[in-house]
């Protein structure tokens, strides 16, 4: 595909792109601890599955399971993102209607993947440069008590964010559905459907890392010595205690169990263990 290919929209493709665009804008609107922008991405793509599947049909149900699973990642890459699953549904609904395979679990593998290494971008470019560079630009105006410094701080943060969601979105959809394509016909989709997953997994396990701690704060005196309930936790393996809690919330959740019972039961058992001086 060239470039003019890449970034030429007909009628239709455009409208698409516009309407994803807009609703993008919202992908922070609504947020929880279990599901980040998982329900705002399921809304998002609530349009146009309900276009490629038909409205109120088992197909659709199902799509929309697909996209109301955990996500986060940085707004304004997550056009790519969005536009690509897009494509994608759409290749899986042609191929279905031929009676040819398509995985549709390489949807949410490729989201997955996705998210992790785009949030990092989106938030390198947003928060290390644009936000800096807006930030002296606006200072040196402002300590003058000139109105240039937050109009201008304004424009230096914004008009790239709308013009990477701009174009990220028509990427996305443009070369989303070229790539799969391509890869069905040069049999490589399985390799890369595969790779997605480890990925998506590799990713689901540094989050875990970082946004699940606990530790325990219980010492003791024995024999002279001071007894570190951590530090035995820590000499078995580092992080073992966010792993286990990580692990024992999964095993719960696939039985389909609500995670608000496994979210109060954690407070619960929080509060008990640091009125116990065990944790907190």
């Not at 559905?177 to 790779?195: E, H």
Request: hydrophobic share 50%.
């Amino acid at each position: 595909m060239t470039k003019n290919e890449m970034f030429k929209l007909s009628k239709d493709e455009r409208k698409l792109v516009s309407k994803m665009f807009w609703r993008n804008q919202y992908l922070m609107f609504c947020t929880s601890y279990t599901k980040q922008q998982g329900i705002t991405y399921g809304w998002l793509m609530a349009p146009f599955l309900q276009k490629i599947y038909g409205k109120d049909t088992d197909d659709f149900y199902v799509a929309m399971g697909r996209h109301l699973d955990f996500f986060n990642t940085a707004p304004a890459m997550n056009g790519f993102i969005g536009a690509l699953n897009v494509s994608m549904e759409e290749d899986n609904k042609v191929m279905k209607d031929k009676g040819q395979f398509f995985d549709p679990t390489s949807i949410s593998a490729l989201k997955t993947a996705l998210m992790g290494p785009l949030a990092g971008i989106g938030d390198a470019i947003y928060l290390s440069v644009l936000r800096v560079i807006a930030t002296g630009v606006a200072l040196g105006l402002s300590e003058k008590g000139s109105i240039l410094g937050p109009i201008l701080f304004l424009l230096i943060v914004n008009i790239p964010n709308m013009l990477i969601r701009w174009f990220t979105t028509v990427i996305g959809y443009k070369a989303g559905g070229q790539f799969i394509s391509d890869a069905l016909k040069s049999g490589t989709f399985s390799a890369i459907t595969k790779g997605a997953a480890v990925l998506g997994l590799i990713m689901t396990g540094v989050m875990t890392a970082q946004f699940v701690t606990f530790k325990t704060t219980f010492e003791a005196k024995l024999s002279g010595t001071t007894f570190n309930l951590q530090n035995v936790f820590d000499s078995i393996m580092p992080g073992l205690l966010p792993l286990a809690i990580t692990m024992i919330c999964f095993a719960y959740l696939r039985k389909h169990n609500k995670p608000v019972t496994a979210l109060v039961v954690m407070f619960l058992v929080a509060v008990i263990m640091t009125v116990l001086g065990i944790a907190g």
